[in-house]
Structures are given as C-alpha cells and as structure tokens.
C-alpha cells in the first residue's frame, strides 16, 4: 500500500510539470491574421509580437510604431509587457497564439 501511494505522488508531481508551448531559440515574429483595418492614415496594422531569445520583444498592438518590450512564457500562456502594460496571450501551438478573440501566427520567412 505504501509503494502505491509513493508511486501516485510521483506521478502527481511529474504530470503537474508544464512544459512551455513555444520555445524560442531564434527569433519569432507573430502577426495578426485577417485583421480589417480602418480608412485612418495612422493606422499600421494589427497585432505584432516579435520574439528574442534573450527575454525582449517587440510590440505593436496597433498604429505603425513597435515598441520594446519583454516576455515570459509560462506553459500555454505569453504575457508581453510594454509600455507599464501587461498583454495575456494563449498559445494554442508553435505556430498560433490568441490575444482575446484575435489571432496571431507565425510569420514564415
């Protein structure tokens, strides 16, 4: 009985272990898909999260300006900080994230 209970424990502790959905070894850039814009002169686009190995970012949440930022990537979560703002992404793959009801992928170059 004692070697099953060690045993469940083990395996509770292993399983509650997230790995990170995204790793990020080279530098990654997330755009906006299907983004409508609008007939204002100053508006650049959609959302755009660039990626860097060392922890920044670049952000634009908007307009045509991207602006420094940081990241942390915490199992399927991204939170980008810029500008004293925190942003909440959710990785859904390698490839796509989701910020609200807006979708980001992986620019390929």
């Given at each position: 009985m004692k070697n099953i209970i060690l045993l469940f424990?083990?395996?509770l502790i292993f399983s509650?272990?997230?790995?990170?959905?995204i790793t990020v070894s080279d530098s990654k850039a997330y755009s906006e898909v299907g983004y409508k814009g609008s007939d204002e002169v100053y508006d650049g686009g959609g959302i755009y999260v660039q990626?860097?190995?060392n922890g920044n970012a670049g952000f634009k949440l908007g307009?045509?300006?991207i602006h420094s930022a940081?990241?942390?990537i915490t199992g399927s979560t991204l939170k980008v900080?810029?500008?004293n703002k925190t942003y909440k992404f959710r990785i859904v793959s390698e490839d796509?994230?989701?910020y609200e009801d807006r979708t980001l992928r992986l620019v390929k170059e």
């Amino acid at each position: 009985m004692k070697n099953i209970i060690l045993l469940f424990f083990a395996i509770l502790i292993f399983s509650s272990c997230k790995k990170d959905m995204i790793t990020v070894s080279d530098s990654k850039a997330y755009s906006e898909v299907g983004y409508k814009g609008s007939d204002e002169v100053y508006d650049g686009g959609g959302i755009y999260v660039q990626l860097n190995p060392n922890g920044n970012a670049g952000f634009k949440l908007g307009g045509d300006a991207i602006h420094s930022a940081t990241y942390k990537i915490t199992g399927s979560t991204l939170k980008v900080y810029s500008n004293n703002k925190t942003y909440k992404f959710r990785i859904v793959s390698e490839d796509e994230i989701k910020y609200e009801d807006r979708t980001l992928r992986l620019v390929k170059e």
